[in-house]
């Protein structure tokens, strides 16, 4: 190492800590944040309803476009319906399902998306002796209404029970609707469902059946907001013999898309990319389109999902967070000031008493001074080694005080301060000078100086 080299400073065991520490604060936010960051499930798991019906229909379209846009497999789930949906929801055994709108509560259930609408058809056979002339005349009959849980079932209820027909009043509800080509016994079903749905349109292109208006439509969606007015047009199923024979007045429900409230945003917003930006209408032509959807009436959300339809929602916040600013300008300014002020005055202190400790260090520097001086005149009239050993001893005391009691780093680059210790070196030069020269004169005469 050459002389002029410093060397290096050894790390404090402190700052060692604190590097580790630092490092270890690190490690453990980005270990937070992987663990913690938004995932889509290994699999996702879309709740739809029977095989044929058009809820597993939607589900094979959408399961199609999630697992290309998401690389993740898509595993439909066969159910009753819409209530057994809701509680696969509710027990975290399905990620989204296909609900209809006024089947069951809507409790910690988010919607996507609505989906397509849902008539109610009422089916009888064509041409039957004692063909029921109208929804009333379907108590005491073998009239399929859907199984338990499912929404297909809840909205028949709500349309039997204005016309004062109870689900206990009818026979052989529980059964699926295509029940009705196996088993001639069987007189009629009422359908809630899309009209594009398969096994619907297998059964009424095949003849024999026809479909009983409901003439009430308006007076039933005053009582079921869930249910609104709708109509069946003229030869929809089956053009000869036209099935409905004419335009049909009914109510329809809503199919929804849903998930849990708690479904992650990642999840949602692939579920709506892949719902609107493919074009699923070409292979379900009834299905809504975006701007149908984002006019649709009030319903509750998922937070990603509003946010898709509205990016820009948040701005409106902002503005008004904007305007709240400038209303309360003043006020900031006022404290910024006030906090200025208390500044000042803090430093203001702080540098007075910095003056004052120096100006009382200053005035000790002086009192050492002077007592440098004493010694030095003291001195002058002795030729006493022991006594000058004393001043001697004494100088350097007063130097070791001043180097330890005046600390204040404007008074050590004061010249006053420069001056003092070269009083002292100099004093001390001069009384060591004087007893050499003693202990020389008494060499000579052959009394050694003690």
Not at 73 to 98: F, I, P, Q, W, Y
Not at 281 to 296: C, E, H, I, T
């Amino acid at each position: 190492m050459e002389k002029n080299e410093t060397p290096p400073a050894p790390s404090s065991p402190l700052r060692r800590w604190m590097a580790w520490i630092m490092a270890g604060v690190l490690v453990a936010s980005i270990a937070a944040w992987y663990a913690a960051r938004e995932r889509l499930p290994s699999e996702i798991r879309i709740a739809t309803g029977a095989k044929g019906g058009l809820y597993y229909r939607f589900g094979e379209v959408l399961g199609a476009y999630l697992e290309k846009s998401t690389g993740r497999k898509v595993r439909l789930v066969e159910t009753k319906g819409s209530l057994e949906n809701h509680d696969l929801l509710a027990r975290h055994e399905a990620d989204l399902a296909v609900m209809q709108s006024g089947s069951t509560s809507m409790e910690d259930v988010a919607v996507l998306a609505p989906l397509y609408r849902e008539p109610v058809v009422v089916i009888v056979r064509a041409g039957a002796a004692n063909r029921p002339a109208g929804v009333d005349a379907l108590r005491g009959r073998k009239i399929v209404l859907g199984a338990q849980g499912s929404g297909m079932r809840e909205s028949a209820r709500a349309v039997l029970e204005h016309y004062r027909v109870a689900a206990e009043d009818l026979r052989e509800t529980e059964r699926y609707f295509m029940d009705l080509k196996a088993d001639a016994q069987l007189e009629g079903a009422v359908v809630t469902t899309g009209l594009e749905n398969p096994d619907l349109r297998e059964l009424l292109a095949g003849g024999g059946y026809e479909i009983l208006p409901i003439e009430d439509a308006e007076a039933i969606s005053l009582h079921n907001p869930f249910l609104i007015p709708s109509k069946i047009p003229r030869g929809f199923f089956c053009a000869n013999p036209p099935v409905p024979a004419v335009d049909t007045p009914t109510v329809a429900s809503t199919a929804m898309l849903t998930c849990s409230t708690g479904a992650g945003n990642l999840l949602v917003e692939r579920t709506m990319a892949a719902y609107f930006e493919n074009p699923m209408v070409w292979k379900l032509p009834s299905v809504l389109s975006r701007k149908d959807a984002q006019d649709w009436p009030e319903m509750t959300m998922h937070p990603a999902a509003r946010a898709y339809h509205d990016p820009y929602a948040g701005i409106g916040l902002l503005a008004n967070f904007m305007e709240s600013i400038a209303a309360i300008k003043e006020l900031l300014f006022a404290l910024g000031a006030g906090l200025y002020l208390a500044w000042d005055r803090y430093r203001k202190m702080q540098e007075r008493a910095k003056q004052a400790e120096f100006t009382r260090q200053k005035e000790h520097l002086d009192d050492l001074l002077n007592e440098t001086v004493k010694i030095e005149k003291a001195q002058m009239d002795t030729e006493d080694p022991k006594k000058l050993k004393e001043f001697l001893d004494e100088v350097t005391r007063i130097k070791l005080r001043a180097l330890d009691e005046l600390t204040h780093e404007d008074l050590r680059g004061d010249q006053f301060f420069a001056i003092f210790l070269a009083q002292c070196a100099n004093l001390i030069r001069k009384i060591q000078s004087k007893l050499f020269l003693l202990a020389s004169q008494d060499a000579k005469r052959g009394h050694p100086t003690d």
